[in-house]
Nanobody
């Protein structure tokens, strides 16, 4: 069983930046694709960004491309989401998820282990 715990959410003004972290348990972190999702009130769950198990491939939703950066640190079993140029429409609960080992990072269906979520609020 993999456990993931997000941290780093908060409130920021439009145009500002926030960095989210997600620590994953387990000795096989290096085999998991890792993803970030978000859900805003009244909106569908959105697949925001993902990184392949080896860190060599990245996915970004069009809505965040050029503003968000995902990365992972195998030594710390942690994945990060750097969010710049934030907009009010980025306001949501952000969830980190670990995918099944060696699964395709860009397929949102492979993400099986979820964190509790962290709130990001961007004021205008």
């Amino acid at each position: 069983q993999v456990q993931v715990v997000e941290s780093g959410g908060g409130m920021v003004q439009a145009g500002g930046s926030l960095s989210l972290s997600c620590a994953a348990s387990g000795r096989t972190f290096g085999t998991y694709p890792m993803g970030w999702f978000r859900q805003a009130p009244g909106k569908e769950h959105e697949f925001v960004s993902a990184i392949s198990w080896n860190g060599g491939n990245l996915y970004y939703a069009d809505s965040v491309k050029g503003r968000f950066t995902i990365s992972r640190d195998g030594a710390k079993s942690t994945v990060y989401l750097q969010m710049n140029s934030l907009k009010p429409e980025d306001t949501a609960v952000y969830y980190c998820a670990a995918g099944r080992p060696y699964a395709l990072y860009s397929n949102p269906q492979v993400y099986a282990y979820w964190g509790q979520g962290t709130q990001v609020t961007v004021s205008s």
